[in-house]
C-alpha cells in the first residue's frame, strides 16, 4: 500500500493546529455527556485512533461535508439536509439486528457500541453524480457487529434500513422513493476491513444531516450504498431490495461499485469535481474502486463489473 496510504494519520495532522486545540478544548469543556447523548458513553474517549487505511489526501472542511450531501429524507438540494434535519431526534435511538443472525433483537446505541475500538477512516467519497469528497469519518468496522450478533451460516447477505419518520423528515412525505430507504451488500463485502459503521466525523458526533446517530460507509462504492440512520441491519439468505435499483433499475444495480470505465446512462463516470474547489476546479480522474482496489478487488473475481453497474 506504499505510495497510496499513510499510517497513523489522524485528525489533528490534517487541521491546523490552532483549529484542533480549540476543538479539543471545547469538546472538552462540553463533557462526555453532550457526546454519550447521541452515540454513548463509549464514543465519550474523544481522539480515536488513526487507521492504516486512511488516505494522505486533504480532507474536506467540517462545513462542506455538512452543508453539501444527499439525504432524500430531508429534501432533494445539497443543501436540504443541513436546512431540515434538525427536526431528527437521535435520543434512544435503537437498531434492530435479525435474519440470520444467533442473537436477534433490538440494540441500544450503547449496546452497539460497547466493546468497540473507535478508529478516525480518512476516506474518498465517489457520488454517484460525478463529485467527490474526503472524509474524516470516526466509527468501528461493520464486522464486529455482526460477529457480536453471531452470523448464521446460511447468511449470505446484509441488509439495511433507514429510519421512516415523516413527522421528522420531510422528504419521506414525497413519492420521490419508496420510503424507507434500504440498501444491501453481499455478506463478504459487509465483512471486509474497509467498510465501517460511522458514528462522527472530525472526531465530534456525526451529524443528523450526515447520518446520525449510525451511518454505513462503503468507500469503494458509490455515496448512495452507504445508507444513513441505521434503525434495522437484517443478515440473509437473498440478495435483498435496494432502493435506487428499485427506483430506477436500468442505471442503479445493486453492486454499484465505483468504475470509471462504465458511465451512468446520462453522464461519464471517468472524472469527478472534487467538492471545494469552486465552480471553475479541474475535474479529476476517478479510480475504480475509488482506488480501493488492492483490498478490494478480489471480492469480484470473475464477475463481469460492466454488469453490475
Not at 84 to 110: F, K, Y
Amino acid at each position: 500500500m506504499a505510495g497510496r496510504w499513510k499510517n497513523d494519520l489522524g485528525w489533528s495532522d490534517v487541521t491546523p493546529k490552532v483549529a484542533w486545540m480549540n476543538r479539543r478544548q471545547i469538546m472538552f469543556a462540553a463533557g462526555a455527556a453532550t457526546f454519550g447523548a447521541i452515540a454513548g458513553p463509549v464514543q465519550a474517549k474523544l481522539g480515536a485512533a488513526a487507521s492504516q487505511y486512511s488516505t494522505a489526501e486533504t480532507p474536506n472542511t467540517l462545513e462542506e461535508v455538512t452543508s453539501f450531501n444527499n439525504f432524500y429524507e430531508f429534501g432533494t438540494g445539497k443543501e436540504d439536509p443541513k436546512r431540515n434535519a434538525h427536526t431528527l431526534t437521535t435520543d434512544g435511538w435503537q437498531v434492530e439486528i435479525d435474519g440470520l443472525v444467533e442473537r436477534p433483537g433490538t440494540w441500544s446505541m450503547d449496546d452497539v457500541l460497547k466493546g468497540t475500538s473507535l478508529e478516525e477512516r480518512i476516506y474518498r467519497l465517489r457520488c454517484v453524480e460525478g463529485w467527490s469528497m474526503v472524509i474524516p469519518w470516526v466509527g468501528f468496522e461493520l464486522a464486529d457487529l455482526l460477529n457480536r450478533a453471531g452470523v448464521q451460516p446460511g447468511a449470505k447477505y446484509v441488509a439495511f434500513e433507514t429510519a421512516l419518520r415523516p413527522d421528522e423528515m420531510p422528504g419521506t412525505r414525497t413519492r420521490v422513493l419508496e420510503w424507507p430507504y434500504v440498501e444491501g451488500l453481499r455478506l463478504d463485502e459487509a465483512m471486509n476491513p474497509l467498510t465501517i459503521l460511522a458514528t462522527g466525523l472530525y472526531d465530534e458526533p456525526i451529524p443528523n444531516q450526515n447520518g446520525a446517530p449510525i451511518r454505513l460507509v462503503v468507500p469503494w462504492k458509490y455515496g448512495f450504498k452507504s445508507i444513513k440512520s441505521i434503525v434495522r441491519i437484517t443478515l440473509t439468505e437473498d440478495e435483498p431490495p435496494t432502493s435506487w435499483n428499485k427506483a430506477i433499475p436500468r442505471e442503479y444495480g445493486f453492486y454499484s461499485n465505483v468504475n470509471p470505465e462504465v458511465d451512468h446512462p446520462r453522464w461519464s463516470q471517468a472524472t469527478e469535481r472534487r467538492i471545494g474547489g469552486g465552480l471553475f476546479v479541474k475535474r479529476i480522474p476517478t479510480q475504480k474502486f475509488n482506488g480501493y482496489g488492492d483490498e478490494v478487488a478480489g471480492l469480484y473475481t470473475g464477475m463481469d463489473l460492466s454488469k453490475f453497474y
